[in-house]
């Protein structure tokens, strides 16, 4: 099982530089690493000593890394969820405190309840994992994988928890030795699980989700028909060279409502704005006015307001921002190479 996942590792990384471990391997690590060291705690007893703590520890997370695994498992992403790490950090960090003893009255009980339900919460998602995705599509193989997984986690989950934590006097109470060694055999069956679930997706990936292709809708088209409208409305009928020009104005010309046009500036002919598409059409208009030996002595300010700029600032400002020198410097080296 280990060779088939260091196989996995190597066959899909790349020579340089190395690739970190996928999300399957390291949820897997982190799974069974947990499950291990529950089982090594449940094994020693009271003979763990030192060991007693960090296996406590390890092993608390169990649910946490389980319900991950179980994710990597079933989803083909190659990253967690933001909220899925969350949560079972959650689950990890409420679980320390009872371990360490480092809170007591109603913190303590507090932070215990408040591990109680993410474990549960955990726990019962894990069972929603394998149906994510599940499709009639799908091949048999993956079915009948899903389905298995869902059947052995529940009859673990049912030995090592609805039937151990059963209420006194429902018939034969189950002693606290038997209980706990359930709980062994249970964890140590889950490893099982968990390196066959891997060893499967070795041999089956799955693909990782295709995000749809855009296709054309009746809405493109009809940008597409109203940017050859408004190009034609700039270029032919000079809509650009009277001041003061806005949204609404080029929207009752044209018929449409302002959402339209707005949409259209930005979506089908990529300006920024409305601003910005005139500006450009008045900036053209006016490099060939400056370019232009016929209009040598027509003053630029006069020239600014031709081209439907209201004061010779904004134009100075936007002529610049354009054609990187002044209105006055582009005239004269235009005139100098005609």
Excluded at 21 to 30: C, D, E, K, T, V
Excluded at 199 to 211: I, V
Excluded at 310 to 332: C, E, H, L, M, W
Aim: net charge positive; glycine share 8%; proline share 6%.
């Amino acid at each position: 099982m280990s060779s088939t996942l260091l196989s996995l590792t190597l066959d899909t990384a790349p020579a340089t530089p190395p690739k970190r471990p996928g999300r399957l391997a390291a949820h897997w690590a982190l799974t069974t690493g947990s499950l291990a060291c529950f089982v090594l705690g449940q094994l020693l007893g009271a003979n763990a000593g030192m060991l007693a703590a960090p296996l406590a520890i390890g092993g608390g997370a169990g649910c946490a890394f389980s319900w991950l695994f179980t994710r990597a498992v079933f989803d083909p992403r190659e990253h967690d969820a933001r909220w899925s790490r969350i949560v079972a950090l959650v689950v990890f960090l409420t679980g320390l405190f009872p371990i360490l003893g480092l809170l007591e009255g109603p913190a303590a009980r507090m932070i215990q309840n408040t591990h109680a339900l993410g474990s549960s919460t955990v726990l019962l998602l894990t069972f929603v994992e394998p149906f994510n995705g599940f499709r009639r599509e799908l091949p048999a193989a993956e079915k009948r994988f899903r389905v298995i997984f869902v059947a052995v986690y529940a009859l673990l989950m049912g030995s090592s928890v609805l039937a151990v934590n059963q209420p006194d006097g429902a018939g034969a109470a189950i002693d606290h030795d038997v209980a706990e060694r359930v709980k062994t055999i249970c964890a140590g069956l889950a490893l099982l699980l968990c390196g066959a679930a891997t060893w499967f997706r070795a041999g089956h990936p799955l693909s990782a989700p295709k995000r749809r292709r855009e296709t054309p809708t009746a809405d493109a088209a009809e940008d597409a028909d109203l940017a050859r409208r408004i190009t034609s409305v700039l270029r032919e009928d000079a809509f650009h060279a009277a001041p003061h020009r806005k949204v609404a104005d080029l929207a009752r010309r044209l018929g449409e409502p302002d959402y339209k046009i707005s949409r259209c500036v930005t979506a089908s002919l990529g300006f920024a704005n409305f601003n910005q598409m005139l500006n450009t059409y008045r900036i053209a208009r006016a490099r060939e006015m400056l370019a232009d030996p016929a209009l040598r002595n027509r003053s630029i300010l006069l020239i600014a307001l031709d081209c439907g700029f209201g004061s010779i600032g904004p134009f100075n400002r936007a002529f610049k921002a354009a054609a990187g020198v002044t209105p006055r410097a582009f005239r004269t080296a235009s005139l100098r190479e005609s």
